[in-house]
């Protein structure tokens, strides 16, 4: 084929496509040149990189425990939940108020602090679980044969249904996350320094993902997962209980939410009724990013999306000069979002899903 | 009683138990007794509770059999009971440890005073049990009642709690029309009087009473026998009146009433809008908010007399704001052409949100005002009238709005309307039969976005200030939940909608706080039970059954198939 006429088979479509990516990869090759080459805004030292890169890295981690729960769902249903956000966000809202506010009173947490976390996760855990078995059985079982819009709209409202409820249950005011001494202040691993809550939070989301990881390939129940997302018609033929076994889906998924969400007040040391819709949607970035319906897909998309959200923005984003570059952060995460979906929506390591049932 | 009749009988009770519970612990009783529907007698918060004790004793009668016999009543009566049981918990330990409070902060004195109608813990929880068992009662007794009488009774008892709980508008209009005494003697500050209620009480008992005995066979016999020279006359007639009081309206129901109607309008503007993409086209926009905030801006910013103005009129920001949105339909549609079902609402919610972090940074600041916002909006004139009130603006946008149905109903009926949903149905198909599905997509998204962009310039023009806080994701939630409640695709179910999810609440402020649980609820309900929405096209309505008789026949052939197979 000559030039020319390979040039007439594009399209116009794609050529507009090709050009938007153009755009982008320049914008951004050109902003890390003048950062790091030309010095435009502000300097940072190595530390300061050491510290993007480990904050980065740490808030991956939670994405990727967060979007597991995207990935499995998507995976057995095709659908996206919506709700999972507020499945993050009731067990952390909870926790918090219930357990973690008690047991900090009376002095418990100090004395204690291991006992603390494990007993403050597992009431999370529980409760992310509870609101997402509720969820399923009311909002998307009866609707399994549905178009595949109405499971999408039941979601979004599930998703205000239990923000506005866990709002009316515990008000509307930002709680304070007590978080124990021994977390805080800096620890020193390798000559790099961390802030201790991000070391800890990297280090469990990245247990747990092994865990859960383990979990779906080693366990009985992790094949039954694995069979229904596989077809769900042979798999009730082989004996599965599908509708328990997607039930069971939805647990681990809130689960793993769970532990996400008290990670996350660790860090951020608060929770309110409306933490769960942005989390949720960048963990849902996180999971495409990295294909969605695969397990280590979500970690690896998790963990990307979280260094290129810290280290994006100061930069290529400063090294265009854009004056307050840290405001765009969630910026550069949805565009990174939309890129992927129009340029790979097959993600990182995903198959190629997009067509055959999106 | 058999012992499945018991366990219906106990799932009913303690699921709506749970229902009175909930409504109790995250503070909607307490907010609602705010409002009193009858005064002195019945507030809404009251109705809160009582209408799932009176809901469990009528779903305790099974289906089907209308004749009640002892045994259901007594079902009712269990099921009263059962219902109470949660709250009557709740009171126990709200009394006996105050300090919950600082755990479930509605969970206060107040709402245990309001449940136990003020009379002490002990005597309370027995009225209150008594109260709902009776409610109980009364519902699964309504089977006794032959039809005949059972539906005038119920339709009037409905039409009155309604117009209780929209006191304000009638009272409202009688404000206009009577001497103050006169209006006092039927409507309290918030709700009506007791005289009032058996007045409207009687009347539409009467009025239903008649439809359902004689009306409703005259009415369709009359249809009937129309030949369709008379029937077009009738309905030019009925368009005519409609006019005539759409043009009359502001001036009945005053400054309030007509600024709800305003928002109405607008919310319906761009329902219609979103009506094209998503229930004509069927493409998931969840960005949609973007549209109408880019009609905002411009308009704002080419009128504004401020300082980031350029003080333009007003006629001439209108054109440019409607073509700035459609380009950005357009813009934003290009990279989602091959994009299909949720991964399409994804992409379309990062670009609202994309857009709306955008308008809040300091990058866009000296040009849109950041946070501050814009402004004094210019306002519209044309020579010897500046639109200020609400009665102006609601020519402006009740003749917006009659364009943008005028052209959604054509673009329907036409050539573009059929590719459209041909799209919808099936894009492999569509592209097949030789559909051009990029123009066809991108004439879906240009059109939606023209009409966000009007409503959004109409919207800046409205209120004179703009900021980024009016627009929100919930925007587009609430544009998505008007067009799927209203019934997909239907043009006056869009008006419904508008009505009802926007329309009710402004006018029921108490339900602000709890406005978006309510949306929530009702769209998971509206999927449960009624997936076509409330008034729907009917072609949605033919398909949602055609796929509900598809089903069964499916599963039909399958037991079929699997019989056979057992048996050969």
């Known amino acids: 084929m000559t030039l020319t006429q390979r040039l007439r088979g594009i399209d116009w479509i794609s050529a507009a496509l090709w050009v938007f990516r153009a755009v982008i990869i320049i914008l951004v090759i050109v902003g890390t040149v003048r950062k790091l080459f030309l010095g435009v805004g502000t300097q940072y030292t190595t530390q300061d990189w050491l510290d993007f890169i480990s904050s980065g890295l740490s808030q991956g981690g939670l994405y990727a425990l967060i979007a597991l729960g995207y990935t499995m769902v998507y995976g057995v249903l095709f659908m996206i939940n919506f709700a999972h956000g507020e499945f993050f966000m009731s067990g952390a809202l909870t926790s918090t108020m219930l357990v973690a506010s008690t047991l900090s009173r009376s002095g418990f947490m100090n004395e204690q602090p291991i006992i603390y976390l494990v007993i403050v996760t597992v009431a999370a855990v529980l409760t992310s679980m509870a609101v997402a078995l509720l969820t399923e059985r009311v909002a998307y079982r009866p609707l399994r044969r549905a178009p595949r819009l109405v499971p999408l709209i039941t979601a979004i409202g599930a998703s205000f249904f239990w923000q506005y409820f866990f709002r009316g249950l515990f008000g509307s005011e930002i709680k304070p996350f007590p978080v124990p001494a021994i977390l805080e202040g800096w620890i020193t691993i390798a000559g790099i320094t961390f802030l201790k809550v991000r070391f800890v939070t990297l280090v469990a989301s990245l247990i747990a993902l092994i865990l859960l990881y383990l979990f779906i390939m080693k366990t009985k129940t992790g094949k039954a997962i694995r069979a229904v997302a596989e077809d769900k018609d042979v798999a009730t033929l082989m004996g599965i209980d599908v509708d328990r076994t997607i039930a069971m889906t939805f647990a681990v998924g809130a689960g793993m939410a769970g532990i996400a969400a008290i990670l996350w007040a660790l860090v951020f040391r608060q929770a309110h009724f409306y933490m769960g819709f942005v989390p949720g949607i960048k963990a849902f970035t996180a999971a495409v990013l990295g294909g969605i319906g695969s397990i280590p897909g979500a970690a690896l998309g998790g963990l990307f999306l979280g260094l290129i959200e810290a280290v994006g923005p100061p930069l290529f984003l400063e090294g265009l000069g854009i004056p307050a570059a840290h405001q765009l952060k969630d910026v550069t995460a949805f565009t990174l979002l939309v890129l992927i979906l129009i340029f790979r929506p097959q993600g990182i390591i995903g198959e190629r899903l997009a067509e055959k049932k999106a | ?568």
């Open chain 2, 1 to 568: 009683m058999t012992r499945k009749e018991w366990s219906h009988l106990i799932r009913i009770g303690l699921l709506m138990g749970l229902a009175v519970l909930v409504v109790s612990v995250i503070g909607m009783v307490e907010k609602f007794n705010e409002r009193a529907l009858i005064v002195g007698y019945l507030t809404l918060g009251q109705l809160l509770l009582y209408i799932p004790a009176l809901y469990a004793g009528y779903t305790s009668v099974p289906a089907g059999e209308h004749r009640a016999m002892p045994q259901r009543l007594l079902g009712g009566v269990v099921v009263g009971l059962l219902a109470v049981m949660p709250v009557i918990l709740l009171i126990l330990v709200a009394s006996s440890w105050p300090g919950i409070r600082s755990y479930f902060v509605n969970i206060s004195p107040n709402m245990v005073k309001i449940l136990t109608a003020g009379k002490g813990v002990g005597p309370g929880i027995g009225l209150l049990a008594g109260e709902m068992a009776a409610l109980g009662l009364i519902g699964a007794a309504i089977h006794l009642i032959p039809d005949r009488i059972r539906k005038p009774i119920v339709t009037a008892i409905i039409f009155t709690v309604g117009f209780a709980l929209f006191s304000d508008v009638s009272l409202n209009i009688a404000n206009q029309l009577f001497a103050r005494k006169t209006v006092r003697v039927l409507f309290g500050t918030k709700g009506i009087t007791p005289l009032a209620t058996v007045i409207v009480f009687v009347i539409s008992l009467v009025a239903a009473s008649l439809w359902t005995w004689k009306g409703r066979e005259a009415y369709a016999r009359r249809q009937a026998n129309m030949s369709s020279e008379q029937a077009k006359r009738s309905q030019r007639i009925a368009t005519t009146v409609l006019m005539i009081v759409l043009l009359t309206l502001p001036w009945v129901l005053g400054v309030f009433l007509t600024d709800v109607l305003d928002r109405v309008g607008i919310f319906i503007l761009m329902a219609l809008g979103l009506n094209i993409v998503v229930g004509f086209a069927g493409l998931l926009d969840l960005g949609y908010v973007a549209f109408y905030a880019i009609g905002a801006y411009v308009t704002a910013i080419m009128t504004s007399t401020g300082n980031l103005g350029m003080g333009l009129s007003f006629w001439l920001a209108v054109p440019v704001a409607v073509v700035a949105a459609t380009m950005a339909g357009i813009i934003l549609g290009i990279p989602v052409l091959r994009m299909r079902g949720d991964y399409l609402a994804i992409v379309t919610l990062g670009f609202g949100e994309i857009i709306r972090v955008l308008v809040r940074s300091d990058l866009l600041k000296p040009v849109i005002g950041g946070a501050q916002g814009i402004l004094n909006i210019g306002r519209p004139t044309i020579p010897g009238l500046t639109f200020t009130t609400p009665q102006h603006f609601y020519y402006l946008i009740l003749l917006a709005c009659l364009l943008a149905w005028f052209i959604s109903g054509r673009l329907r009926d036409g050539r573009i309307g059929r590719r459209w949903m041909a799209v919808r149905e099936d894009e492999d198909v569509a592209e097949a039969v030789g559909i051009n599905l990029v123009i066809t997509k991108l004439l879906a998204f240009a059109m939606g976005a023209a009409f966000a962009g009007l409503a959004g310039s109409l919207f800046a023009a409205r209120v004179g200030t703009i900021f980024p806080n009016s627009f929100e994701l919930l925007i587009s939630i609430n544009v998505l939940c008007i067009v799927i409640i209203g019934g997909i695709g239907s043009l006056p179910g869009v008006v419904v909608g508008a009505f009802v999810l926007v329309g009710l609440p402004e006018l029921l402020r108490e339900f602000d706080e709890y406005r978006m649980l309510m949306y929530g609820a009702l769209l998971i309900i509206m999927m449960l039970v009624r997936p076509e929405g409330l008034w729907p096209s009917p072609i949605t309505r033919r398909e949602m059954h055609a796929a509900e008789e598809n089903a069964a026949a499916v599963e039909a052939e399958h037991s079929s198939d699997i019989r056979a197979a057992v048996e050969g």
